[in-house]
Structures are given as C-alpha cells and as structure tokens.
C-alpha cells in the first residue's frame, strides 16, 4: 500500500504556501518547490496539484518510499524534501530507524550557516513530522 497522498499532505503542511525569502537559499518557493531546484517552473502560478506530480516523481519515487514502513517512509520524504534528495539517500545506509534519520538530519542543520534564522523551525519539523510517523494511516 502507497502511503503517498498521506505523507504528502503532511510534507506540504510543512512546507507551506509561497514564500519569497531573500535569506533563503532555496529563495522563491511554493509548496516546498523552489526556484533554485525548478528554475523553469513559474513558482508562483504553481498549482498544488502540480506539485504533487512532482513531489510523487521527483521525491517519493526517486527515495523509493513504497519500499519502507510508513514510519521510514514519512521521514524519508521528508527528508528528501526539505534537505534534498541526494542527502537523504546519503544518510539512509548510515541509520538503521526513522528516530537515528531524525538525528542525523538535526545534527546537518545545525551544521548550516542559516541554522540561527531558521534552526528553531527545523527542529519544530523534525519533532512533528517524527510524532506523525508514529501512527500508521490506515
């Protein structure tokens, strides 16, 4: 069973709506899409439904998320997501749970130069995300 529509309802929870921060480094973003990974995509016209498709085929699909329990799953993505897909597939021969991934992927934000603007935000993420994972959607 594909937990996708789940996990991506609380994804872009997090995500949120558009945002056009100058100090962040993925810069312009819309539902967690950003300018910086989508370059050609007109990211205020994006549609929601849009960034589905592109969360299924360019995140759930590329860490091959079907493949885990919903709890690895969840935070997988997320992973994938927030810190980019590379480091999440990066860090998962390294973690044997979704608890360790968490911590692995604390310890890469407070290695970050923005860590003091946006670190609080992060870990109130990795916290939530990590208490949603806990329950299996049925």
Request: aromatic share 12%; proline share 4%.
């Amino acid at each position: 069973m594909s937990f996708f529509l789940q996990a991506f309802g609380i994804v872009v929870g997090e995500e949120g709506g558009y945002v056009n921060d100058p100090q962040d480094p993925g810069g312009e973003t819309k539902y967690g899409i950003s300018k910086r990974e989508y370059p050609n995509l007109d990211i205020s016209q994006l549609t929601l439904a849009q960034a589905q498709e592109i969360y299924r085929r360019d995140y759930w699909n590329a860490l091959n998320c079907d493949s885990h329990p919903w709890e690895m799953a969840l935070v997988l993505f997320d992973c994938g997501v927030n810190q980019g897909v590379s480091t999440a597939k990066g860090m998962l021969p390294i973690v044997s749970s979704a608890a360790e991934l968490q911590a692995e992927r604390a310890l890469r934000y407070a290695r970050t130069e923005t860590f003091g603007r946006f670190g609080r935000g992060w870990m109130r993420r990795l916290f939530h995300v990590f208490k949603l994972a806990q329950v299996t959607p049925k």
